[in-house]
T-cell receptor, first 115, second 109 residues
Framework: EAQVTQNPRYLITVTGKKLTVTCSQN?????MSWYRQDPGLGLRQIYY???????DKGDVPEGYKVSRKEKRNFPLILESPSPNQTSLYFC??????????????FGQGTRLTVV | GQQLNQSPQSMFIQEGEDVSMNCTSS?????WLWYKQEPGEGPVLLIA?????ELTSNGRLTAQFGITRKDSFLNISASIPSDVGIYFC?????????FGAGTRLTVKP
């Protein structure tokens, strides 16, 4: 089954404790991205990757890191989480056809609470 | 970055009514996508549009890719209670995918 898998689904952590949210897709998609969703703000892009070893900042990259060492995996790293990073996070992947990103498939989300 | 302006922010309608929502941008997009998100889940694709002027239907849903490539609308006909959720538009370019802030739809039986 084609899917994007995020782990964990729920996470409560303390300020400053490094954490990683994993994302894996089995569709051989080139493009992967991370979003955070906050009430009234929709989906805001944190980082994206157009292919292996190619990553770039989205709209709200501060406090986050990513890596893309393999095509299927795109982990999101919070080196020193702060309470303002409490949010619902989504990973997405999409296939590229020529110069066009096609439709994105989303993971089920990770609800992160930083206390 | 490019912003998508999605409206309305929320809608409260009676079952059976038709719904219309739209997205506009100051920038051109290569594709327009419409997603639905239900509580506790990730967004799920409803309709994908790839050509300016394209009009596509999926059951009771109809969406159009604006001729200027800067806008799109989604219509839902004869709404039912399970249409409840948040609807997002998204536009993609060569290296980017942008989302609107969402339209929260409530359907009263």
């Amino acid at each position: 089954e084609a899917q994007v898998t995020q782990n964990p689904r729920y996470l409560i952590t303390v300020t400053g404790k490094k954490l990683t949210v994993t994302c894996s897709q089995n569709m051989n998609h080139e493009y992967m991205s991370w979003y955070r969703q906050d009430p009234g703000l929709g989906l805001r892009q944190i980082y994206y990757s157009m292919n292996v070893e190619v990553t770039d900042k989205g709209d709200v990259p501060e406090g986050y890191k990513v890596s893309r060492k393999e095509k299927r995996n795109f982990p999101l790293i919070l080196e020193s989480p702060s309470p303002n990073q409490t949010s619902l996070y989504f990973c997405a992947s999409s296939r590229r056809t020529g110069l066009v990103n096609t439709e994105a498939f989303f993971g089920q989300g990770t609800r992160l609470t930083v206390v | 970055g490019q912003q998508l302006n999605q409206s309305p922010q929320s809608m409260f309608i009676q079952e059976g009514e038709d719904v219309s929502m739209n997205c506009t941008s100051s920038s051109i997009f290569n594709t327009w996508l419409w997603y639905k998100q239900e509580p506790g889940e990730g967004p799920v694709l409803l309709i994908a549009l790839y050509k300016a002027g394209e009009l596509t239907s999926n059951g009771r849903l109809t969406a159009q890719f604006g001729i200027t490539r800067k806008d799109s609308f989604l219509n839902i006909s004869a709404s039912i209670p399970s249409d409840v959720g948040i609807y997002f538009c998204a536009g993609t370019t060569f290296n980017d995918m942008r989302f609107g802030a969402g339209t929260r739809l409530t359907v009263k039986p």
